[in-house]
């Protein structure tokens, strides 16, 4: 059962710790954080619990107390093993070195009290164990394993494979899961959920677990992932959730008051001085962007405008820079740090008084979790603003300031029954001991992701493995298990199996970075392979917030020059955005409109009012919504608009505002069906706020072919059908294969190219399509992309309400409309550059006024 937690008072918490942690408490700390009143005693009582927190609030400590506590006890009784008794599992390597630090600092202080006291204390092991692990460290892991393992998830899953080392694993009295939030609603949460279970079936005794969180909803599901089920029943689960313990102040701020009939330079301008006049009026700022490239504009700039110290921070920098960055932040050295995501976590940065983001950050907790690290403190307010230069952002992000200070989180979704993460996890069970499918079936549905798989998917899995497809030893596919199918047992097949696991294990699919180096051969950090393979000599593109010119490539490396003062000539990266959260989608439809409703009334002192805007942004968006209704409609809550726009080309907008995962479910499965309708190619633009699909001059949709678009049946078959020969099904299927041990990144010690990879992944595709369509990787590669990539399930959702409570409203318009502009320059392939992109909007804007004769 899952069920709220109490508060204990300071009594209880002393108490239910060891005298020794006990006295270093209170000489550090006056009194214990709301997450230590939560956690600590519950958890020394054996239960299980999901703590979630802002960031600086103590949480971290409140997991290891308890452990600790136990550790001390054994200690002073020389009673502690060679074992491993607490396991601390984060997705993040930076994080695992910092939690070590935190952890050796207060074990020195605790044994220089006991050794003032005269108590001999046996010595706590604390270890980090991760791929980066040398194997010196891992030898002496293995003759003395760590009292306290700090790992990842990956890690994990090899480590229960170790036949020495698993042995160690049987006492885990603490299993402290950190970050829960990063990995609950990707694959590598799948594959964690499963290497819990697997740790707890070799457990001689209770394993307490415990998952730390920042915001997150459904909490209770969440829960439910940290622990599992116990054969069919589920495992109880306390929850405390202390994210309302911290005040939060958010601004929507806009440079300007006209989105349209500025020049990019002057909004550049605009943008800069804003930022700069926040980053000089605090003490230490962080800014996040969406994108690399923006992460590196925004640096330059910014240098251009103030003296102090100012560092870009991101995945593509090496890891040296970012330490560095990280270590002057956390000094007090930088006046400004600006980060794509790679700041976003708990890493510890030390004092912020300021975040700012630039564009919306597409989702409500990723807004508090960004506005989270300022004020670090409990008590301190955390100060977020948000910069916007575009009118669909600025409503956007009026909705989900709001939203974000009531507290109204995005609900994650799990991914359920991954057929890719299964087959490494049956691998590495086979690796273990030889299984019956009963045991390993209930053991598998013992993890929350799992709990409905299957008999016949799982059956399936094992069949793939076994090697009982024959044909594709030929494309050097080979068996990985055995399995006596009348029997129903299964185990490892062959020596090699275990290095192969070892090897190929991981669920983050292998994107190629090409290196980026100086002649000397100093390393400078990475680009994406499709932003090297457009360079050219002489190109000059901007890097680490550094100017450089690129020379030559070879192999995987580009060779450049550093030149300073020179205008970048290649726009740095271009990054997937984030997509909108399909729960504030719904939220904004809600917003549009309660403004239509106020038009006529006191619609900006509302504004003003309710939301965290200022009067020149509420003024904006009031224009916005203004125009938008003399010269179309605007689509709400209840009323979907879909836009005529015949011409040359035949444009048609579809305002279905559910973010960009669902909207490119529904507008592949509708261009699927144009094309079979009108036997026409179709092309599809989609953002967060609709999508539309674009047809040659001779082909037209009448209202009645528009509205039999909406129809329910086939949708799921059509847009698979969609997917057929696309960039993204090539590349998903690799992915996918990958993790199932189809192409093997590693043999042996010999890594595949990523282009090998490529080559056997559509080999064996085709083959696949063509003999097995229900083969086990393949169906798990539509499942990815349609529920994790589209999410086909709210996609769904939202047309089967369309003709219901969504009234269907067909509008003709001579020219897009307002709300369309957006997608119609998505659709305009000589729109590259933002000087571009602002001259169109300012004429499509001009000719949308010229209409409504300059009203409002």
Same mark, same amino acid.
């Given at each position: 059962?899952?069920?709220?937690?109490?508060?204990?008072?300071?009594?209880?918490?002393?108490?239910?710790?060891?005298?020794?942690?006990?006295?270093?408490?209170?000489?550090?700390?006056?009194?214990?954080?709301?997450?230590?009143?939560?956690?600590?005693?519950?958890?020394?009582?054996?239960?299980?619990?999901?703590?979630?927190?802002?960031?600086?609030?103590?949480?971290?400590?409140?997991?290891?107390?308890?452990?600790?506590?136990?550790?001390?006890?054994?200690?002073?009784?020389?009673?502690?093993?060679?074992?491993?008794?607490?396991?601390?599992?984060?997705?993040?390597?930076?994080?695992?070195?910092?939690?070590?630090?935190?952890?050796?600092?207060?074990?020195?202080?605790?044994?220089?009290?006991?050794?003032?006291?005269?108590?001999?204390?046996?010595?706590?092991?604390?270890?980090?164990?991760?791929?980066?692990?040398?194997?010196?460290?891992?030898?002496?892991?293995?003759?003395?394993?760590?009292?306290?393992?700090?790992?990842?998830?990956?890690?994990?899953?090899?480590?229960?494979?170790?036949?020495?080392?698993?042995?160690?694993?049987?006492?885990?009295?603490?299993?402290?899961?950190?970050?829960?939030?990063?990995?609950?609603?990707?694959?590598?949460?799948?594959?964690?959920?499963?290497?819990?279970?697997?740790?707890?079936?070799?457990?001689?005794?209770?394993?307490?677990?415990?998952?730390?969180?920042?915001?997150?909803?459904?909490?209770?599901?969440?829960?439910?992932?940290?622990?599992?089920?116990?054969?069919?029943?589920?495992?109880?689960?306390?929850?405390?959730?202390?994210?309302?313990?911290?005040?939060?102040?958010?601004?929507?701020?806009?440079?300007?008051?006209?989105?349209?009939?500025?020049?990019?330079?002057?909004?550049?301008?605009?943008?800069?001085?804003?930022?700069?006049?926040?980053?000089?009026?605090?003490?230490?700022?962080?800014?996040?962007?969406?994108?690399?490239?923006?992460?590196?504009?925004?640096?330059?700039?910014?240098?251009?405008?103030?003296?102090?110290?100012?560092?870009?921070?991101?995945?593509?920098?090496?890891?040296?820079?970012?330490?560095?960055?990280?270590?002057?932040?956390?000094?007090?050295?930088?006046?400004?740090?600006?980060?794509?995501?790679?700041?976003?976590?708990?890493?510890?940065?030390?004092?912020?008084?300021?975040?700012?983001?630039?564009?919306?950050?597409?989702?409500?907790?990723?807004?508090?979790?960004?506005?989270?690290?300022?004020?670090?403190?409990?008590?301190?307010?955390?100060?977020?603003?948000?910069?916007?230069?575009?009118?669909?952002?600025?409503?956007?992000?009026?909705?989900?300031?709001?939203?974000?200070?009531?507290?109204?989180?995005?609900?994650?979704?799990?991914?359920?029954?991954?057929?890719?993460?299964?087959?490494?996890?049956?691998?590495?069970?086979?690796?273990?001991?030889?299984?019956?499918?009963?045991?390993?079936?209930?053991?598998?549905?013992?993890?929350?992701?799992?709990?409905?798989?299957?008999?016949?998917?799982?059956?399936?899995?094992?069949?793939?493995?076994?090697?009982?497809?024959?044909?594709?030893?030929?494309?050097?596919?080979?068996?990985?298990?055995?399995?006596?199918?009348?029997?129903?047992?299964?185990?490892?097949?062959?020596?090699?199996?275990?290095?192969?696991?070892?090897?190929?294990?991981?669920?983050?699919?292998?994107?190629?970075?090409?290196?980026?180096?100086?002649?000397?051969?100093?390393?400078?950090?990475?680009?994406?392979?499709?932003?090297?393979?457009?360079?050219?000599?002489?190109?000059?593109?901007?890097?680490?917030?550094?100017?450089?010119?690129?020379?030559?490539?070879?192999?995987?490396?580009?060779?450049?020059?550093?030149?300073?003062?020179?205008?970048?000539?290649?726009?740095?990266?271009?990054?997937?955005?984030?997509?909108?959260?399909?729960?504030?989608?719904?939220?904004?439809?809600?917003?549009?409109?309660?403004?239509?409703?106020?038009?006529?009334?006191?619609?900006?002192?509302?504004?003003?009012?309710?939301?965290?805007?200022?009067?020149?942004?509420?003024?904006?968006?009031?224009?916005?919504?203004?125009?938008?209704?003399?010269?179309?409609?605007?689509?709400?809550?209840?009323?979907?608009?879909?836009?005529?726009?015949?011409?040359?080309?035949?444009?048609?907008?579809?305002?279905?505002?559910?973010?960009?995962?669902?909207?490119?479910?529904?507008?592949?499965?509708?261009?699927?069906?144009?094309?079979?309708?009108?036997?026409?190619?179709?092309?599809?633009?989609?953002?967060?706020?609709?999508?539309?699909?674009?047809?040659?001059?001779?082909?037209?949709?009448?209202?009645?072919?528009?509205?039999?678009?909406?129809?329910?049946?086939?949708?799921?078959?059509?847009?698979?059908?969609?997917?057929?020969?696309?960039?993204?099904?090539?590349?998903?299927?690799?992915?996918?294969?990958?993790?199932?041990?189809?192409?093997?990144?590693?043999?042996?010690?010999?890594?595949?190219?990523?282009?090998?990879?490529?080559?056997?992944?559509?080999?064996?595709?085709?083959?696949?399509?063509?003999?097995?369509?229900?083969?086990?990787?393949?169906?798990?590669?539509?499942?990815?992309?349609?529920?994790?990539?589209?999410?086909?399930?709210?996609? *769904? =959702?939202?047309?089967? #309400? %369309?003709? +219901? /409570?969504?009234?269907?409203? !067909?509008?003709? @318009?001579?020219?897009?409309?307002?709300?369309?502009?957006?997608?119609?320059?998505?659709?305009?392939?000589?729109?590259?550059? *933002? =000087?571009?992109?602002? #001259? %169109?909007? +300012? /004429?499509?804007?001009?000719? !949308?006024?010229? @209409?409504?004769?300059?009203?409002?």
């Amino acid at each position: 059962m899952i069920t709220k937690a109490r508060q204990h008072s300071d009594e209880e918490i002393l108490s239910s710790m060891h005298p020794l942690l006990r006295e270093w408490f209170l000489s550090k700390f006056k009194t214990f954080t709301p997450p230590q009143r939560f956690a600590i005693v519950e958890s020394a009582r054996g239960k299980n619990i999901l703590v979630t927190s802002p960031t600086g609030s103590g949480k971290t400590l409140a997991a290891f107390m308890s452990a600790l506590s136990m550790l001390i006890e054994r200690a002073e009784r020389k009673d502690l093993s060679d074992e491993v008794h607490v396991v601390y599992v984060s997705p993040l390597k930076a994080l695992n070195n910092d939690i070590k630090k935190n952890l050796e600092e207060p074990l020195f202080e605790i044994y220089e009290l006991a050794e003032r006291k005269g108590i001999d204390l046996q010595k706590i092991r604390v270890a980090v164990r991760t791929g980066d692990t040398d194997a010196g460290e891992r030898q002496k892991q293995m003759k003395k394993p760590p009292h306290i393992l700090i790992t990842t998830p990956e890690t994990l899953a090899i480590t229960l494979c170790s036949p020495k080392f698993s042995k160690s694993l049987r006492n885990v009295r603490y299993l402290i899961i950190d970050e829960i939030h990063a990995v609950a609603e990707n694959k590598r949460g799948v594959h964690l959920a499963l290497s819990m279970e697997r740790l707890q079936r070799i457990q001689l005794g209770k394993m307490v677990r415990i998952g730390l969180s920042a915001t997150i909803a459904p909490i209770e599901d969440v829960a439910r992932f940290l622990v599992g089920r116990e054969y069919g029943f589920e495992r109880d689960c306390l929850i405390a959730d202390v994210t309302f313990e911290k005040k939060i102040d958010i601004k929507v701020v806009s440079p300007m008051s006209d989105f349209f009939n500025l020049t990019a330079e002057e909004i550049n301008e605009r943008l800069y001085n804003t930022i700069a006049e926040f980053v000089k009026n605090s003490k230490t700022t962080l800014i996040f962007t969406n994108t690399r490239s923006a992460t590196e504009r925004v640096v330059y700039y910014l240098k251009k405008r103030l003296n102090d110290p100012i560092k870009a921070h991101h995945s593509s920098l090496s890891r040296e820079v970012r330490l560095e960055v990280e270590n002057e932040l956390k000094e007090g050295k930088l006046k400004c740090v600006v980060s794509s995501t790679s700041l976003e976590l708990g890493i510890d940065i030390g004092y912020i008084d300021l975040v700012i983001l630039l564009g919306s950050p597409k989702s409500i907790n990723r807004a508090l979790q960004r506005i989270g690290r300022s004020g670090h403190k409990l008590h301190e307010i955390s100060v977020g603003k948000i910069i916007v230069l575009d009118p669909d952002d600025l409503v956007e992000c009026t909705v989900l300031a709001k939203e974000a200070m009531d507290r109204n989180l995005d609900r994650i979704r799990i991914p359920e029954n991954c057929l890719d993460v299964l087959c490494q996890h049956v691998v590495g069970m086979a690796i273990e001991k030889k299984w019956s499918v009963d045991e390993a079936l209930a053991l598998i549905r013992n993890a929350y992701p799992y709990r409905n798989l299957k008999r016949e998917d799982f059956i399936s899995v094992l069949r793939y493995l076994s090697g009982e497809f024959s044909e594709l030893e030929r494309k050097n596919v080979y068996a990985k298990i055995w399995f006596d199918e009348r029997e129903e047992v299964f185990g490892k097949r062959g020596k090699m199996l275990r290095p192969i696991y070892y090897l190929n294990v991981g669920t983050i699919p292998e994107e190629v970075a090409i290196n980026v180096l100086t002649n000397e051969g100093k390393m400078v950090g990475r680009v994406e392979e499709d932003f090297a393979e457009r360079l050219i000599f002489g190109d000059i593109f901007v890097l680490a917030g550094r100017t450089f010119r690129f020379l030559k490539s070879k192999g995987m490396n580009i060779i450049v020059e550093e030149v300073e003062g020179e205008r970048p000539t290649v726009p740095s990266w271009f990054s997937e955005q984030l997509p909108l959260s399909y729960d504030l989608a719904l939220r904004i439809q809600k917003f549009r409109r309660e403004v239509e409703d106020r038009l006529e009334k006191n619609a900006i002192e509302w504004l003003v009012k309710n939301y965290s805007i200022d009067r020149v942004a509420a003024n904006a968006l009031y224009r916005f919504f203004v125009e938008q209704k003399l010269f179309s409609e605007i689509p709400t809550d209840r009323k979907l608009v879909v836009e005529k726009f015949e011409g040359e080309k035949n444009y048609y907008f579809f305002h279905t505002l559910v973010g960009r995962k669902a909207n490119n479910a529904i507008s592949r499965a509708f261009a699927y069906r144009v094309g079979i309708m009108k036997d026409c190619n179709v092309q599809i633009v989609s953002n967060d706020n609709g999508f539309a699909l674009i047809l040659a001059g001779n082909k037209y949709l009448n209202e009645s072919e528009i509205e039999s678009l909406f129809l329910m049946p086939n949708f799921e078959d059509h847009l698979k059908k969609s997917l057929d020969h696309t960039e993204m099904l090539r590349r998903r299927f690799r992915h996918v294969a990958v993790r199932s041990f189809m192409i093997l990144r590693n043999y042996l010690g010999r890594e595949k190219s990523v282009w090998k990879q490529q080559l056997n992944a559509d080999m064996i595709l085709n083959f696949l399509k063509r003999y097995y369509p229900d083969f086990p990787v393949l169906r798990e590669t539509y499942r990815e992309i349609m529920e994790d990539s589209m999410d086909i399930h709210n996609a *769904m =959702e939202y047309i089967s #309400r %369309v003709g +219901k /409570e969504i009234e269907l409203h !067909v509008v003709r @318009v001579p020219y897009p409309s307002p709300f369309a502009f957006n997608l119609f320059i998505l659709g305009e392939e000589d729109v590259v550059l *933002m =000087e571009d992109r602002r #001259r %169109v909007l +300012k /004429e499509l804007h001009e000719k !949308v006024m010229s @209409v409504i004769g300059g009203e409002g």
